[in-house]
C-alpha cells in the first residue's frame, strides 16, 4: 500500500510495479556464480557466456553494451555507438568487443595509461604520445601505427 522505491536509485514506482533488469547486480551474482563454480564444471558450464556490461550513456535503464571505445574509455549500446560514430571527430577512435579487457590493455602505454598512437623504430615498439614527446622514446624516429 505504501508507494515502492528503488533501493539503488530511488526511484518512486506505482502501484504496479513494472521492474526492470538491474545489470550492476546481474554482473556481481554472475562473477559470484563463476567463482563459487569452477570445482563444478558440467555440461551447462561449457558454454561460457559473455559478460553483460551495461552502457556508459544510458541514463534510465542501461542497456547492454555492444562495443567498447578505447578513446573515450566508454562501453556503448548500439543506440549510443551509431551516435559516436555518426560525429566525425570520432571516426579514428578505435572500437574493441565488450569484455576484450586483454585487448584495451595491450592498446594502451603500461607506464602513462594511454592510447598507443605511434611506433618507435629505433626500440621497434608501439609508443604513446607522452613516450615521444617528455619519455624515454624522445628524440627517437617515431612513426604513425598506420604507417607502422
Known amino acids: 500500500k505504501a508507494p515502492y522505491s528503488c533501493p539503488m536509485c530511488k526511484l518512486q514506482l506505482g502501484p504496479i510495479l513494472e521492474l526492470q533488469k538491474n545489470f550492476q547486480l546481474c554482473s556481481i551474482v554472475e562473477a559470484f556464480l563463476a567463482t563459487t563454480s569452477k570445482g563444478q564444471q558440467g555440461k551447462c558450464s561449457a558454454e561460457v557466456e559473455k559478460e553483460v556490461v551495461p552502457c556508459d550513456f544510458c541514463l534510465d535503464w542501461s542497456q547492454p553494451a555492444v562495443k567498447t571505445c578505447l578513446s573515450c574509455d566508454a562501453s556503448l549500446c548500439q543506440a ?8 566525425a571527430s570520432q571516426q579514428d577512435h578505435i572500437l574493441v ?18 592510447l598507443l598512437e605511434g611506433y618507435c623504430q629505433d626500440e621497434g615498439q608501439y609508443v604513446c604520445a607522452l613516450c615521444c614527446i617528455a619519455g624515454c622514446h624522445k628524440d627517437h624516429s617515431i612513426i604513425t601505427l598506420k604507417e607502422a
Open 80 to 87: 549510443h555507438l551509431n551516435k559516436h560514430n555518426a560525429k
Open 97 to 114: 568487443e565488450v569484455g576484450a579487457g586483454g585487448v584495451a590493455a595491450e592498446r594502451r602505454c603500461s607506464e602513462h595509461g594511454r
